[in-house]
């Protein structure tokens, strides 16, 4: 059984930051590179960034490089996302998801980021 349970979203001022959390089970934790996804009103679910199943490599989406960070820790099935310097663009619904060979079908009910001018 698939669990991804985000939590730390919120309303913040631009510039402000915050810290993401997924909670995920073992079963897809624990064997997958992990990511995060977003979704604005009105667009696409966009990759944010991922993390390999080690931790030690990275990759963000440009629009992101520089303000956030990806974090994992293994022995607590959970990863984590620092945002800084937030931007009102960065608002959007923030999900958790294995990246290879794609997303589960299973999604969480993801955690809203909402930053204001």
């Known amino acids: 059984q698939v669990q991804l349970v985000e939590s730390g979203g919120g309303l913040v001022q631009a510039g402000g930051s915050l810290r993401l959390s997924c909670a995920a089970s073992g079963r897809i934790f624990a064997s997958n590179a992990m990511a995060w996804y977003r979704q604005a009103p009105g667009k696409q679910r966009e990759l944010v960034a991922y993390i390999s199943l080690g931790g030690g490599n990275t990759n963000y989406a440009d629009v992101v490089k520089g303000r956030f960070t990806i974090s994992r820790d293994n022995a607590k099935n959970t990863m984590y996302l620092q945002m800084n310097n937030l931007k009102p663009e960065d608002t959007a619904v923030y999900y958790c998801?294995?990246?290879?060979?794609?997303?589960?079908?299973?999604w969480g009910q993801g955690t809203q980021v909402t930053v204001s001018s």
């Open positions: 998801n294995r990246r290879w060979p794609a997303p589960h079908d299973y």
